[in-house]
């Protein structure tokens, strides 16, 4: 059987955000996120997303920021080959307390302004760096494309991520250097990427590649 890698993306954004990314072998999946709904914890969110893809034990699962918190509630509830963490970690104890207040209050705005704040250019200088006007770009497309629901309830749900277990397999994390909005996941070998920040799997995608490259050769 072929190996997958299964790939979530950040909340606000779609597959689009890995289309930096150098090829990789197997078959890498870059999956767009349902909506929660508004009964959801993230067990039975990931729950639902592990049915539908079929997750089992010879996939490796992950994802950036918001996308590798739900990989990495999947992969306490099923065993696979590994889970890979990019700009993310196991639980909100990863989340900055400024940015977890930030996105409290921000949970509580009407879906227009809630757009206008993320899509906002102090947002993505924030996520991108200071000088990246083809990537703020992109990311206004990828937001404008992502339903209110999701933005709203995905981002309840990254507030309120407390695991009742460990993942069921090895974890492996890549993280930006100067990432102000998540902390490295306390993982063993974290790679952290030097000037790197919250969106280094699109700045830094060929350091992402060669980190998912060895990660997929341990296989």
Not at 50 to 69: Q, R, T
Not at 161 to 186: N, R, T
Not at 194 to 215: C, D, K, P, Y
Request: hydrophobic share 40%; charged share 20%.
């Amino acid at each position: 059987m072929e190996m997958r890698l299964l790939l979530f993306p950040a909340l606000g954004t779609d597959e689009r955000i890995f289309s930096f990314l150098g090829e990789i072998p197997g078959k890498a999946v870059f999956h767009r996120l349902a909506n929660p709904s508004p009964e959801d914890s993230m067990a039975t969110y990931a729950s639902r997303l592990a049915k539908e893809l079929n997750v089992g034990d010879g996939d490796f699962i992950g994802g950036v920021s918001f996308g590798g918190m739900v990989a990495a509630e999947i992969s306490c509830q099923r065993r696979t080959r590994g889970l890979i963490l990019i700009s993310s970690g196991l639980s909100s104890h990863c989340i900055n307390p400024v940015a977890q207040r930030l996105g409290r209050l921000a949970n509580h705005l009407p879906g227009r302004v809630l757009r206008s704040v993320m899509g906002s250019q102090k947002t993505f200088k924030k996520v991108f760096g200071s000088d990246q006007p083809p990537l703020y770009e992109l990311a206004r497309r990828m937001l404008d494309d992502s339903p209110t629901e999701l933005l709203v309830e995905g981002g309840r749900l990254s507030l309120s991520y407390w695991p009742a277990s460990k993942p069921l397999c090895p974890v492996y994390a890549i993280h930006g250097q100067i990432d102000s909005m998540i902390f490295p996941p306390e993982v063993s070998g974290c790679k952290i990427v030097s000037n790197a920040g919250q969106g280094m799997v699109v700045t830094h995608a060929a350091e992402v590649t060669r980190f998912l490259m060895e990660v997929l050769r341990k296989k």
